[in-house]
């Protein structure tokens, strides 16, 4: 038996020479795939630390990249444009600078500037956080952006002084997902 790194089976055998496909192989035989990647793909970092004031919606910057697969990820505006339509899983994470524990820290992702999802928990010990979602871009123009919202009364900063790959390095990173 032949799995990828999930465990699933790709190719499976009877013992007597006879072999099986899995499903995802045999469609990407059918439609004349003969290899496929995750790409486009991106991951990028922070290079300098950032200030969140309290309450308000703040777009976060990622300066540099680790990976750019198909330039699909703009330094200068901090945006991942996939620039092809498909399925993606995207994300990020970073930690508030603070050990001043509050109750509302969010992490959100944005869609041609429109909110389309978030995650909320209690900000502890300066734990940070992630948030990471499977979407769907329907157009090869579309594109997304991490935003940071936090209540602690008062500005924090999320800390760009790490180098990549710091355990605590704040990252916003997408790959297309291949077979969806």
């Known amino acids: ?28 035989i059918n439609a004349g795939v003969t290899s496929a990647a995750n790409t486009p793909a991106f991951v990028a970092y922070k ?5 969140i004031s309290n309450t308000s919606a703040t777009k976060i910057t990622f300066e540099a990249e680790q990976v750019d697969s198909g330039s699909v990820y703009d330094t200068s505006n901090s945006r991942f444009t996939p620039g092809e339509t498909g399925y993606y899983w995207i ?23 429109s909110i389309i999802a978030k995650s909320t928990f209690i900000n502890q010990n300066a734990n940070g ?10 157009s090869t123009s579309d594109y997304y952006e991490m ?7 008062g500005s924090l900063t999320i800390n760009g002084d790490s ?3 710091e355990q ?3 990252q916003f ?4 997902i291949i077979g969806l």
């Open 168 to 170: 605590d390095q704040a």
């Open 173 to 176: 990173y997408a790959f297309k």
């Open 163 to 165: 180098t990549y790959p």
């Open 91 to 113: 994300g990020g994470r970073w930690r508030y600078d603070t050990g001043t524990d509050f109750d509302t820290a969010q992490y959100r992702i944005y869609k041609n500037g």
């Open 47 to 51: 290079t300098s630390n950032q200030t």
């Open 129 to 138: 956080g992630f948030l990471n979602m499977v979407i769907y871009a329907g």
């Open 1 to 28: 038996q032949l799995q990828d790194f999930g465990g699933n089976s790709i190719i499976t055998s009877d013992g007597s020479g006879t072999i099986t496909l899995s499903s995802g192989m045999q469609t990407a």
């Open 147 to 153: 935003y940071g919202y936090q209540n602690s009364g």
